[in-house]
């Protein structure tokens, strides 16, 4: 064979690999799932999701390829939505009520184009202490992490504080992660952490393995006052045995975690996701104990913002809207 004959049937080929990946991708449909830091519970369910949907959701023609990314957490991942930057994210159900009718931190900057496309499970609110604060009062002159401001964790802070006739002067406030708050807490850096998650949560898992903690309870009257004006947290119970060392149950409160989405999703993959993830609940709850927590069967509990067509078509066909 002639150079040149070798050179043409090399080009031929490589055009012909090239082709083939172009029709490949042109297959291929991406979906992006934003979820939390490595130390929460957005992170595992949303890596399990996302091999959920690529496994299971059907697209006629096509393939969806879902993946699950970092982030964080609820409030940053509504921007993230209302800029079109991801196609879903896990919010917490206040976060994704403020951020769409405009209140609290987004008063004056509400996404209207957030959809929901279901409900998760709950997330506890779990402040977690150095041994000897036993009540909120405690924490008065001591540093507690409440997460970046702004953020839904800062703003339940505040909320606590108030609700219990403290303010943000009345401690100090650090702003550390999940992850980098357990690590403080471990090396005595930090006195609590308040942290909303899905439980038992890794990072306090890993912390309270090596370390003492406790869980300080919140109830009574101040919760109640909150709960007046913040009705999506419910009373909850962190069972004795979820912690190393927390061997008696914990009274406090929890908020439903919300799988969200915007309008401009096309409705054929908002159906194929939301009908992979609640048609395949058995296989989240391999990963994290809270995905024996999601079922089709309360796949509306607060939600208060418009579902997206997709899902909507998806949820009458179960049955679950007349």
């Known amino acids: 064979m002639t150079k040149l004959k070798k050179f043409l049937l090399s080009a031929a080929l490589s055009a012909g690999v090239a082709a083939t990946g172009a029709a490949q991708a042109q297959d291929r449909v991406f979906f992006g799932i934003a979820t939390g830091g490595t130390g929460g519970t957005y992170y595992p369910l949303g890596g399990m999701l ?8 059907e697209l006629e023609g096509k393939k969806l390829s879902a993946t699950a990314e970092t982030g964080n957490a609820s409030v940053a991942n509504a921007g993230l939505l209302g800029r079109g930057s991801i196609e879903s994210a896990f919010v917490a159900a206040d976060i994704l009520d403020a951020a769409y009718h405009g209140r609290n931190q987004f008063e004056g900057k509400a ?41 839904g964790q800062w703003q339940l802070l505040g909320d606590l504080l108030a609700a219990h006739g403290m303010s943000r002067d009345d401690i100090g406030e650090d702003y550390s992660s999940f992850s980098q708050s357990a690590e403080k807490l471990k090396d005595g850096n930090l006195d609590a952490s308040l942290i909303t998650a ?13 370390h003492d903690i406790n869980i300080i309870p919140l109830s009574g009257a101040p919760i109640a006052k ?13 069972p004795a045995g979820t912690y190393n060392g927390v061997d008696h149950d914990v009274n406090t409160i929890a908020v439903r975690a919300i799988w969200a989405t915007h309008a401009d999703l096309p409705e054929d993959i908002a159906y194929a996701v939301t009908k992979a993830l609640y048609e395949n609940t058995e296989t989240l709850g391999k990963v994290h104990v809270k995905g024996k927590e999601i079922s089709v069967e309360t796949a509306l509990q607060s939600v208060s913002i418009p579902l997206h067509p997709g899902a909507e078509r998806y ?8």
């Open 198 to 210: 899905g439980s038992p949560t890794a990072s306090i898992t890993e912390l309270a393995n090596g």
């Open 226 to 238: 909150l709960q007046e004006t913040q009705p999506y947290y419910a009373s909850a119970v962190l």
């Open 111 to 151: 996404i209207t184009n957030l959809r929901a496309l279901g409900a998760l499970y709950p997330e506890t609110v779990q402040l977690v202490a150095q041994p000897g604060l036993e009540t909120f009062a405690d924490l008065a002159e001591h540093t507690v992490s409440s997460g970046s401001p702004g953020s």
């Open 315 to 322: 949820f009458r066909e179960k049955g679950i809207i007349e």
């Open 50 to 57: 996302a091999q959920v949907i690529s496994n299971n959701a």
